[in-house]
């Protein structure tokens, strides 16, 4: 299986701020990857899809790079509402791994 | 608008099998292109894909619970479903159906929660 490793399981960043998630892959997933965002009692909610392609609805703060095994999320001018945890997904192997999550939080 | 809605007993005991439900509205299960999928979220957090079935009825497991576990349909209702055993309390989770667009997961459920306790 391909392992996702998002290395921070916390972030604290201020609100109006900027900030990056990472996700690496344990092999090249060739931009086979998505992002989601869970907010708590919620089921996840699809952000990005393609390392880069923003689904409808997602506001434009949200942006999806990387390449290989190395991915992004970045937010920015953080707004409340954007307090979640945000979750990658591979879809490149048949079998689909997510990583463990990084939960943003406001300073 | 498509939506999904898990339905389950909540509570099982130990080596007992389990069957969940997913009821889709707005669109047709067999709908080309689009897989059914089921997907749990652990205690902590950690999510794992299970498996899925393709609009055509084929069926793929994440090999690590395809031993016990099976997916099957009703078309007829717009439903699929989920069959686990032998479970133990490893397996306590919420359980999310989910529609596959690609390899991506683009709408859900609002999730089931499985409790395995005796």
């Known amino acids: 299986d391909i392992q996702m490793t998002q290395s921070s399981s916390y972030l604290s960043v201020s609100l109006g701020g900027r900030v990056t998630i990472t996700c690496k892959a344990s092999d090249h997933i060739n931009n086979w990857l998505a992002w989601y965002q869970q907010k708590p009692g919620n089921a996840p909610r699809l952000l990005i899809s393609g390392a880069t392609s923003l689904e409808t609805g997602v506001p434009s703060r949200f942006s999806g790079s990387g390449s290989g095994k190395d991915y992004t999320l970045s937010i920015t001018s953080l707004q409340t509402e954007d307090v979640a945890t945000y979750y990658c997904q591979q879809y490149w192997s048949t079998i689909f791994t997510f990583g463990s999550g990084t939960k943003l939080e406001i300073k | 608008d498509v939506q999904l809605q898990e339905s389950g007993p909540g509570l099982v005991k130990p080596s007992q099998t389990v069957s969940l439900t997913c009821t889709v509205t707005?669109?047709?299960?067999?709908?080309?292109?689009?897989?059914w999928s089921w997907i749990r979220q652990f205690p902590g957090n950690k999510l794992e894909w299970i498996g899925y079935?393709?609009?055509?009825?084929?069926?793929t497991y994440n090999p690590s619970l395809t031993s016990r576990t099976t997916i099957t349909r009703d078309t007829s209702k717009n439903q699929f479903f989920l069959e686990m055993n032998s479970l133990t309390a490893e397996d306590t989770a919420t359980y999310y159906c989910?529609?596959?667009?690609?390899?991506?997961?683009?709408?859900w459920g609002q999730g089931t929660t499985l409790t395995v306790s005796s």
């Open positions: 989910a529609r596959v667009r690609r390899g991506v997961f683009d709408y």
């Open positions: 079935i393709y609009y055509s009825g084929t069926i």
């Open positions: 707005g669109i047709s299960i067999t709908t080309g292109n689009y897989r």
